[in-house]
């Protein structure tokens, strides 16, 4: 039994209704827990519901009613919040993360387990976040800078030989990406960076740890890892110090963030962005099973496409064995010999005909020339007479008496020496004289 100032009492977990009117507790007389947990749920029940304003960090659906964190606007303080399915029905049903809301919200004390929620009871759109409209307007202003353009985004290598890793110290995504990616290459190489994944040591660690693996020669790709969360932890990797960091590195950067609804700029610069860490495994690091397969597959086409060309040309070959000209080497010979007879005899009969004819014509100028020659005119008794100077002389005149002339008959030829001019036998005789 628990003792209370002025007497004995039973205890509210004994009886199982707290003492009306306990005395202050003591260390003597220290009250039931459940005597406490009753006063602070009357006090709280005494706050009523209040309206509060705020920005939705968290918004998770689960079993119809909706649990989430609703940060404030300018300090660093978040209360989480439950809406039933049937306040649900009755607010708006576009509300999400990121939205600026005021809310009536009824703090509810659960005594068995010790915890504090606060019912909302009706919420209503005031803006867009603080948060989220300076996203959007970050989003913007690198979307103009062209750090979100398909064409500046880099390849990444096919198996890269070390790889880049920027997470959490001992975090789920650190033991996802490096599980994944040695069981589908055994001998692929990690350079892991540690880095706080949320919180104000997020951009600076993430930041150097970038920069440190960029300036690694050895590293071939970077990832930069996180299990997910929800939006307010995700900030970091949306600050424009990030986004640039990963903007300016020469080496290709993965970011396997981890968050389908709501993708951190990150993202939008990175050089693949992958849904989760063991996706960003999967996409930088081939399967050894599937590449050993692919390399099969190819030698296999290989093969085949040599064994089908081998056997076209043995083909061909042996129907230009059965062709008559190779498979008898006299074939063409005789199948052409008549042919070829004939050509001969044509050739022999042609070559005799012009023969002939050029006999003939052979005759003909040598009667000609003969007709023509001077040894004809000496044979038929004529001389042909020189002078000393050789020329043939024509006239009497050219062959003065008592000049050595030469003398050409048909036998040969002789000197002599000229004597008077003769009168011509065609001029008639002198007349006679008086005195004859």
Do not use: C
């Amino acid at each position: 039994m628990a003792q209370v100032a002025g007497g004995t009492s039973s205890s509210p977990a004994a009886t199982g209704t707290p003492t009306m009117n306990p005395g202050p507790p003591t260390l003597d007389a220290p009250w039931p827990v459940a005597l406490l947990a009753d006063r602070i749920r009357g006090w709280i029940d005494r706050l009523g519901t209040a309206w509060v304003e705020g920005e939705i960090t968290q918004w998770g659906v689960s079993g119809g009613n909706v649990y989430g964190k609703l940060k404030d606007l300018r300090e660093d303080a978040t209360i989480s919040f439950s809406i039933w399915s049937s306040v649900k029905a009755r607010i708006p049903a576009d509300l999400k993360q990121g939205d600026r809301v005021i809310a009536a919200v009824k703090p509810n004390y659960w005594v068995k387990g010790g915890s504090l929620t606060m019912q909302v009871s009706d919420m209503r759109h005031v803006g867009l976040g603080d948060l989220l409209e300076r996203l959007e307007r970050l989003r913007a202003q690198l979307a103009a800078e062209g750090l979100f353009a398909a064409e500046r985004k880099k390849r990444l290598p096919f198996l890269p030989h070390t790889i880049g890793l920027v997470t959490g110290k001992d975090s789920d995504a650190e033991k996802d990406v490096l599980r994944n990616a040695q069981l589908r290459w055994p001998q692929v190489r990690f350079r892991v960076v540690h880095a706080a994944v949320q919180g104000d040591r997020t951009v600076p660690e993430v930041v150097s740890a970038i920069r440190t693996l960029d300036a690694d020669p050895e590293v071939e790709v970077i990832i930069v890892a996180r299990g997910g969360g929800d939006f307010q932890n995700l900030l970091g990797f949306s600050d424009e110090r990030v986004v640039r960091a990963a903007a300016e590195a020469a080496t290709p950067i993965v970011s396997a963030i981890g968050h389908e609804a709501d993708r951190p700029l990150l993202d939008d610069v990175a050089d693949l962005r992958a849904s989760t860490p063991t996706d960003a495994a999967k996409r930088v690091v081939p399967d050894v099973a599937e590449e050993l397969a692919r390399v099969q597959q190819a030698r296999t086409r290989i093969g085949t496409r040599l064994t089908h060309m081998i056997t076209h040309e043995i083909d061909r070959i042996g129907h230009l064995r059965t062709r008559p000209v190779l498979a008898s080497s006299t074939w063409i010979v005789d199948s052409r010999a008549q042919e070829l007879m004939r050509y001969v005899a044509r050739g022999v009969e042609l070559v005799e005909r012009r023969a002939d004819r050029e006999s003939t014509r052979v005759a003909e100028l040598r009667g000609q020339l003969r007709a023509l020659s001077p040894q004809a005119t000496l044979d038929r008794g004529y001389a042909i007479v020189q002078n000393e100077a050789g020329h043939v002389v024509t006239s009497p005149a050219e062959a003065p008496a008592g000049s050595a002339v030469r003398v050409t008959v048909a036998g040969g030829a002789f000197a002599a020496t000229a004597g008077d001019p003769l009168p011509s036998p065609a001029d008639p005789d002198p007349a006679p004289s008086r005195d004859e």
